[in-house]
């Protein structure tokens, strides 16, 4: 049940999260980090992540906390050029917005004109999951990001 819940707290933390460009957070002793804090109740999620200034390299974790235990956890990293970065938050907010958990990122598949957006998801349970999300450039194929992610549960 408390997986369950759990669940239920990170796409509700999501839906208002990265993908909706919600107010960030710095985190002190962090530089180069930002957060995304969201509290529900008895939840918290703290969506953390850094890009350096130096390339296009990034990398995230997300936890969630019940009664201040930390009992779940996903890593993320990879790098996004800048052009794909808001057709990526689209993406992500597309599952979030339908209540789809695909390794915490986005759809399976998801197109503009532009873009194209693939999660390959190697292991798909919110208790443990990992894969590969990636966007190309529809025309040539050309990547314009990746993230690879990996978590579970901690209970």
Same mark, same amino acid.
């Given at each position: 049940?408390?997986?369950?819940?759990?669940?239920?707290?990170?796409?509700?933390?999501?839906?208002?999260?990265?993908?909706?460009?919600?107010?960030?957070?710095?985190?002190?002793?962090?530089?180069?980090?930002?957060?995304?804090?969201?509290?529900?109740?008895?939840?918290?999620?703290?969506?953390?992540?850094?890009? $350096?200034?130096?390339?296009?390299?990034?990398?995230?974790? $997300?936890?969630?906390?019940?009664?201040? %235990?930390?009992?779940?956890?996903?890593?993320?990293?990879?790098?996004?050029?800048?052009?794909?970065?808001?057709?990526?938050?689209?993406?992500?907010?597309?599952?979030?917005?339908? %209540? @789809?958990?695909?390794?915490? @990122?986005?759809?399976?598949?998801?197109?503009?004109?532009?873009?194209?957006?693939? %999660?390959?998801? *190697?292991? %798909?349970?919110?208790?443990?999951?990992?894969? @590969?999300?990636? *966007?190309?450039?529809?025309?040539?194929?050309? *990547?314009?990001?990746?993230?690879?992610?990996?978590?579970?549960?901690? *209970?």
């Amino acid at each position: 049940m408390l997986i369950q819940e759990a669940r239920d707290c990170f796409i509700r933390a999501m839906q208002l999260g990265w993908a909706s460009k919600p107010q960030k957070i710095s985190i002190p002793g962090m530089p180069g980090y930002k957060a995304i804090p969201f509290r529900d109740g008895k939840f918290y999620l703290l969506d953390l992540y850094s890009k $350096t200034k130096d390339s296009a390299k990034s990398t995230g974790t $997300t936890t969630i906390w019940h009664d201040d %235990n930390p009992i779940w956890i996903m890593h993320y990293g990879g790098f996004y050029k800048e052009e794909a970065i808001g057709f990526l938050q689209r993406a992500l907010a597309e599952a979030y917005i339908t %209540n @789809r958990f695909i390794g915490g @990122r986005g759809p399976s598949l998801f197109e503009d004109d532009q873009f194209r957006y693939e %999660n390959t998801s *190697v292991t %798909n349970d919110f208790s443990r999951f990992r894969g @590969r999300e990636d *966007v190309l450039k529809k025309q040539s194929s050309e *990547v314009m990001g990746y993230h690879e992610y990996w978590g579970m549960s901690l *209970v």
